[in-house]
């Protein structure tokens, strides 16, 4: 059987598309996704921000900006995950539901409320703080 040129070229090119196909850099985004979801899942919050900023970087997909966020939160790294969500809604804009929006400005003013200010003497910064705390604790049992 003789293979025309024409065709060997066709063949050629059909297995480069193949390959390109299978070296796209999102299915490893999804797969360092996929395993910041396990390791949340288990409470391993740090090895899910790893995995999640891993995915960001090589596919900056807006929505992993929310799973970024919650891991920080999860970590106690208020300010970082302020950053976080105000990226998802900003990035997100009229792609976020309204219903997750709402839920990440609520979540982000409570973050707000928990970083100290700067303005106010250590006395009223405690007293302020655990205000935010005792909110926050009401708003999580609604």
Same mark, same amino acid.
């Given at each position: 059987?003789? +293979? +025309?040129?024409?065709?060997?070229? *066709? $063949? +050629?090119?059909? &297995? %480069?598309?193949?390959?390109?196909?299978?070296?796209?850099?999102?299915?490893? *985004?999804?797969?360092?996704?996929?395993?910041?979801?396990? /390791?949340? &899942?288990?409470?391993?919050?740090?090895? %899910?921000?790893?995995?999640?900023?891993? *995915?960001?970087?090589?596919?900056?997909?807006? &929505?992993? $900006?929310?799973?970024?966020g919650q891991a920080q939160v999860a970590l106690g790294h208020a %300010?970082?995950?302020?950053?976080? $969500?105000?990226?998802?809604?900003?990035?997100?804009?009229?792609? =976020?539901?309204?219903?997750?929006?709402?839920? =990440?400005? =609520?979540?982000?003013?409570?973050?707000?409320?928990?970083?100290?200010?700067?303005? /106010? +003497?250590?006395?009223?910064?405690? *007293?302020? %703080?655990?205000g935010a705390a005792e909110g926050a604790a009401v708003g999580e049992? =609604?």
């Amino acid at each position: 059987m003789r +293979t +025309t040129p024409a065709l060997f070229a *066709a $063949l +050629t090119l059909l &297995a %480069a598309a193949g390959i390109a196909r299978a070296d796209d850099p999102r299915d490893d *985004a999804r797969a360092h996704y996929a395993r910041g979801l396990e /390791l949340g &899942a288990q409470n391993g919050y740090e090895g %899910a921000l790893r995995e999640f900023n891993q *995915a960001y970087a090589i596919s900056p997909q807006f &929505a992993v $900006l929310y799973n970024i966020g919650q891991a920080q939160v999860a970590l106690g790294h208020a %300010a970082q995950a302020i950053e976080a $969500l105000s990226r998802y809604l900003h990035d997100g804009g009229a792609r =976020v539901p309204a219903a997750r929006r709402a839920q =990440v400005q =609520v979540q982000i003013a409570v973050l707000r409320s928990r970083l100290p200010n700067p303005d /106010l +003497t250590p006395e009223a910064e405690a *007293a302020r %703080a655990a205000g935010a705390a005792e909110g926050a604790a009401v708003g999580e049992a =609604v």
